[in-house]
């Protein structure tokens, strides 16, 4: 089946600093990627939908110039969340989706990053 | 708007079977997932409706029914580990996911 990896599996760093997550689609190239945050005990909330190519659409609310999205290849997006304050502290998921579709859900979810901000 | 309904939370006992009900109101319609969280982790795939009627993947089976807007997971056989969240996703028109606040389900000894 489909794979998407997540690097960092966990990060802890200060307040004030800027933190990159990657997204990677290990067997399939997905034109579209997304990228979710999760506090604890609430669902998933969907941030921005990254598409190869072209620039990543936000949710409202969602600031694109904190959280930098750059879907620069067909298996590798990032989420870069820029001067990183302690409520950005969350689990970030993102997820690939598969242009073949079919009954296996669509998207592919990577194993989550966990930040810590101090 | 779009709307996803789930019950947040429900206690099962081991051995059991236990019925998750999710109801929605979205624009369009590409087919309703259901996914398995456990703390800490990403959401992985149980089942994918896009008819209507049942469909049986080992102890786990999802209905949909579109003219109600309505579907559920059924889980026999309970074990411990099935303790976990199960979250309901819609896919609408512009086959985006419309997401339920999900249902955590405990399962007694």
């Known amino acids: 089946g489909a794979v998407v990896s997540q690097h960092p599996s966990w990060v802890i760093c200060k307040s004030g600093t800027s933190v990159k997550i990657e997204c990677r689609s290990l067997?399939?190239?997905?034109?579209?990627m997304f990228w979710y945050r999760q506090f604890p005990k609430q669902s998933l909330m969907l941030m921005a939908t990254?598409?190869?190519?072209?620039?990543?659409?936000?949710e409202q609310g969602v600031e694109k110039d904190k959280f930098l999205i750059n879907h620069a290849s067909l298996t590798l997006s990032t989420l870069t969340v820029t001067s990183a304050h302690p409520e950005d502290s969350s689990f970030y998921i993102c997820?690939?989706?598969?242009?073949?579709?079919?009954?296996?859900?669509?998207?592919?979810f990577g194993p989550g990053t966990r930040l810590t901000v101090l | 708007g779009q709307n996803i309904d789930q019950p947040t939370e429900m206690t099962a006992t081991e051995g059991a079977i236990v019925q998750i009900n999710c109801t929605y109101q979205?624009?369009?319609?590409?087919?309703l997932f259901w996914y398995q969280q456990h703390a800490g982790e990403a959401p992985t795939f149980l089942s994918y409706?896009?008819l209507d009627g049942l469909e049986e993947k080992g102890r786990f089976s999802s209905f949909l029914s579109r003219s109600k807007g309505y579907s559920y997971l059924l889980l026999k056989e309970l074990q411990m580990k099935d303790s976990a969240s199960y979250l309901c996703?819609?896919?609408?028109?512009?086959?985006?996911?419309?997401w339920g606040a999900g249902t955590k389900l405990i399962i007694k000894p």
């Open positions: 997820s690939a989706r598969d242009p073949a579709g079919g009954e296996n859900g669509w998207q592919f």
């Open positions: 990254s598409n190869e190519g072209s620039k990543a659409t936000y």
């Open positions: 067997d399939f190239q997905a034109t579209t």
């Open positions: 409706n896009v």
């Open positions: 979205t624009s369009g319609f590409n087919g």
């Open positions: 996703a819609v896919m609408d028109s512009n086959y985006q996911l419309i």
